[in-house]
């Protein structure tokens, strides 16, 4: 079992939806990030929280919106995504930039 | 930014033979270096790591070597089991810097 937790698993949504991506970790870990892994592919950095600021956002459009309430939470806001979106979105936790990253198994986003 | 590369794509081998991945990196200051598998369905799993002061490291099957010089790790299995089927990612990433970067991956195959 993964100590990062990721709801839902799967989304699938419209393009004039607006939905949200949980994860969650109780590791204690002060660094949160997402990614965004389509198929056959390496996961691709989107978004880095330190402390629970925004510290890397890797020119991601501005339909995703990412938000840390508190540092065991990390959401991920939708809104108008395109098809090209549709991919496994996955979160990671640590303690540092440089210590071993703890992936969710992910949420499978299908944009019809 | 970091670059790292990743032989071979794929790989087969017979069930206890070994297998070998390598990966290449681009920045000199980047320091850490852990490897990740990934099973189908499932969020990458980190299985071993190294850091740039240290040039090898085992765990059982499963050992890591770096050549700083040369700007280039591997990851060697040994005794290879059917269950160690998946895609294996390597990565890259220097202190403080929670931008780590992934090679393209490699889908290891163990033929029973």
């Known amino acids: 079992d993964t100590e990062v937790t990721q709801t839902p698993k799967h989304l699938v949504m419209g393009m004039t939806n607006k939905k949200s991506l949980k994860c969650e970790q109780h590791?204690?870990?002060?660094?949160m990030y997402w990614y965004k892994q389509k198929a056959k592919k390496p996961p691709e950095l989107m978004f880095v929280?330190?402390?629970?600021?925004?510290?890397i956002n890797e020119s991601v459009p501005s339909r995703f919106s990412p938000e840390c309430p508190n540092s065991s939470l990390l959401n991920l806001h939708l809104h108008a995504l395109q098809p090209e979106d549709s991919a496994l979105y996955l979160c990671?936790?640590?303690?540092?930039?440089?210590?071993?990253?703890?992936f969710g198994d992910g949420t499978r986003l299908s944009i019809l | 930014g970091e670059n790292v590369e990743q032989h071979p794509s794929t790989l087969s081998v017979q069930e206890g033979d070994s297998a070998v991945i390598k990966c290449t990196y681009s920045?000199?200051?980047?320091?850490?270096f852990p490897w990740y598998k990934q099973e189908l369905g499932k969020g990458p799993q980190l299985i071993i790591d190294?850091?740039?002061?240290?040039g090898e490291k085992k765990d059982q099957r499963i050992a890591v070597t770096l050549n700083k010089t040369a700007k280039h790790f591997s990851l060697h299995i040994t005794e290879t089991q059917p269950e160690d089927s998946a895609v294996y990612f390597c990565?890259?990433?220097?202190?403080?810097?929670?931008?780590?970067?992934f090679g393209a991956g490699t889908r290891l195959t163990v033929k029973p």
């Open positions: 990671a936790s640590s303690q540092e930039g440089d210590q071993p990253q703890h």
């Open positions: 590791m204690g870990h002060r660094a």
């Open positions: 929280y330190s402390y629970e600021k925004l510290s």
């Open positions: 920045d000199s200051a980047s320091n850490y």
């Open positions: 190294i850091r740039s002061n240290v």
């Open positions: 990565a890259a990433t220097r202190n403080h810097n929670n931008d780590m970067r």
